[in-house]
């Protein structure tokens, strides 16, 4: 600060230009403080230099804060400057930056002293609320927008919008949306769709984007890739490739973000050939193309592909992030390859100087307690550095139950009732150790308390997509109007699938009832009706392709094995983990699952 000072002092403005740059000019410019902004003032009238030399807008952002604020004004009043035009540079640096929080406040101070805000002043807040998903003042200031009269403002009413629907306010989006006068294909459309997309609401995200294309209008590449996003998230394989044959025409064959969303689209909706012939396709990829399709190797049970492509990735030189190793964990832990997990996650935080996170642990316990080394997962459990999760726990208590170990799967269970006391997964898994178990008064036991705590089963379901209708299907469902050629089309399916030798596994069928009545409950599990109308509806030789959201049981496992061998079927099933493709008797996972 000295050194500056004294600098000012040796070489007064109206020097003549030396060749070097004059010190004095530098600071004038690029003072940092109110401090030495308060010095090159004090220079300027020494110097008789007018005001007017100064760059106001760094006025505004060295002074936005603090008792410093007034100091700016009353240079503004001086200059006659037009105000709110050097807050808004300053207010828009800080919403783009790295201080959306401090656009906000600011706009708080210019209201306080009276500085009219105006478009600009409002569309920077608005995004500033947007990158912090700050609804409550977003609210403020679309109450401020209404009250200036800028309702009619296009842009403005867009960011708005996009406020809403980004921070999951889904309902007051489409209420201000629909008031809109004129809609602006490129933003709104976009905004509504994104903002379904990404809260989950993938039916309300796809219908509205067939409501864009009934009004006659062209989706751009920010909708199109919100609409795969909802697509891969329902599994809607008919509209996603659809939207891929027009992103093709529409020239965005080689756009990045459009292909990225289409391997995730193709891995979750089961076509895990197509996803590897876009990325195959690609000229260019980010992380994100190698992470995706990593992942999708990975949930499709293909781990040796997952393992071979990761060190492709590397020997392209091309850094792996958190999300890669997401992919590779899960990979391991899929197909049981212990030896290999732990050395990943060894040189994830050796070689590439990545935090596991909670997701990282959660994979490690997984593989560790699928492949049976229940001890270790507990140790490692115990000894994380972070606090365990729901899904960690989860894990440990679905390899208790695969390996039997009634005493861990209770002190899961207990952590469980703490992290995640309403779901009712753990409950069922916990009934069933001790079912298995023949200890009847402790399956007693957990069904009580889950009746006093008010935990109610979700009840599996599955879906099929048929000539673009989604048709749902509940265990034991009895209400879809197929339902009787559904259970004749069984009765002759079983009859050929017990000569290729199905046996029911009624062990699955934990409920203390008669032997035949389990049989005829297990027949009715929702994968089964729903693999059952697939061949009634689709054409011979077609893929069936199914959704299910819990995790298929062993019993099920085994019947659309063989279903696949008599139907001469390929059977997709998405389920809560992962993907099972049977095919010629035989499924993906290969039975580890
Ligand atoms: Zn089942
Ligand atoms: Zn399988």
């Known amino acids: 600060m000295i050194c500056s000072l004294s600098l000012l002092h040796v070489s007064p403005l109206h020097h003549r230009p030396s060749p070097t740059p004059n010190p004095s000019t530098h600071l004038l410019h690029n003072f940092t403080s109110p401090f030495e902004l308060k010095q090159v003032h004090a220079h300027l009238l020494k110097t008789n230099s007018p005001l007017s030399s100064l760059p106001l807008s760094r006025v505004a952002s060295v002074c936005a804060f603090n008792s410093s ?67 409550r003042n ?26 809403y629907a980004s921070c999951g306010e889904i ?19 976009t905004s509504m769709i994104g903002g379904y997309a990404q809260c989950g609401k993938s039916k309300e995200a796809i219908d509205l984007f067939l409501e864009m294309e009934d009004a006659g209008l062209l989706p751009n590449e920010v909708t199109v890739v919100a609409v795969l996003v909802a697509c891969a998230d329902m599994g809607n394989l008919v509209l996603g490739r659809r939207i891929h044959d027009f992103s093709n025409r529409s020239g965005y064959e080689k756009n990045i973000r459009v292909c990225n969303t289409l391997i995730d689209m193709y891995v979750k909706c089961g076509c895990l050939e197509d996803a590897c012939r876009i ?19 990975a949930a499709h049970g293909q781990a040796g592909d997952a393992l071979a492509l990761f060190n492709k990735m590397i020997n392209t030189g ?40 909670i997701e990282h642990y959660g994979c490690m316990v997984d593989l560790f307690s699928r492949a049976g080394l229940l001890q270790e997962a507990h140790e490692f459990i115990m000894n994380m550095p972070i606090a365990p999760n729901g899904v960690v726990w989860g894990a440990l208590l679905g390899g208790c139950k695969v390996h039997k170990n009634i005493k861990l799967a209770e002190e899961a269970t207990r952590h469980l009732s703490k992290l995640d006391p309403l779901n009712d997964g753990y409950y069922v898994v916990l009934s069933n150790i001790y079912a298995e178990a023949g200890r009847w008064e402790d399956v007693a036991r957990v069904r009580k308390l889950m009746r ?11 879906s099929i997509m048929v000539e673009g209708v989604v048709h749902n299907f509940v265990a034991g469902d009895d209400t879809h109007p197929q339902t009787e050629e559904i259970s004749q ?11 290729k030798g199905y046996v029911p596994n009624t062990s699955v069928v934990l409920l203390d009832m008669e ?18 109308f697939g061949l009634i509806k689709t054409t011979p030789g077609t893929v069936i392709r199914i959704m299910k959201n819990l995790r298929v049981c062993e019993d099920c496992h085994a019947a659309l094995k063989i279903i696949s061998v008599v139907s001469t079927r390929e059977i997709v099933v998405r389920d809560r983990n992962r993907f099972h493709c049977f095919k010629n008797g035989y499924c993906s996972c290969g039975d580890y699952w």
């Open 69 to 135: 604020f007034s100091y700016a004004k009353l240079i503004f009043e001086l200059v006659d400057a037009s105000e709110v035009t050097h807050w808004n540079t300053c207010l828009r640096s800080f919403a783009e930056g790295d201080s959306p929080a401090d656009a906000i406040s600011l706009f708080y101070r210019l209201r306080e002293f009276d500085i009219c805000p105006d478009n600009y002043t409002c569309s920077f807040v608005l995004k500033a609320c947007s990158r912090l998903l700050d609804i």
């Open 138 to 163: 977003g609210k403020i200031v679309h109450g401020y927008v209404e009250k200036l009269g800028l309702q009619s403002n296009m842009f403005l009413q867009n960011m708005i919008v996009h406020l």
């Open 171 to 189: 309902g007051v989006a489409r209420k201000v949306f629909d008031k809109m006068p004129q809609r602006d294909v490129i933003t709104s459309w």
């Open 279 to 297: 990325f195959d396709n690609m000229e260019e990829r980010t992380i994100v193309s190698w992470s995706a399709m990593i992942a999708g190797l």
């Open 318 to 357: 091309v850094k792996p992030n958190a999300v890669t190793f997401i992919g590779i964990l899960h990979a391991c832990s899929h197909m049981g390859m212990v030896e290999k997990g732990r050395k990943y996650f060894a040189s994830m935080t050796r070689d590439y100087g990545i935090v596991p996170r």
């Open 452 to 462: 006093d705590r008010g935990v109610k089963k979700t009840p599996g379901w599955s």
């Open 489 to 499: 089309t069984w009765e002759k399916l079983l009859q050929r699938m017990k000569l």
């Open 515 to 532: 032997e035949d009545q389990k049989e005829k409950f297990l027949y009715q599990h929702s994968e089964k009706l729903a693999v059952v």
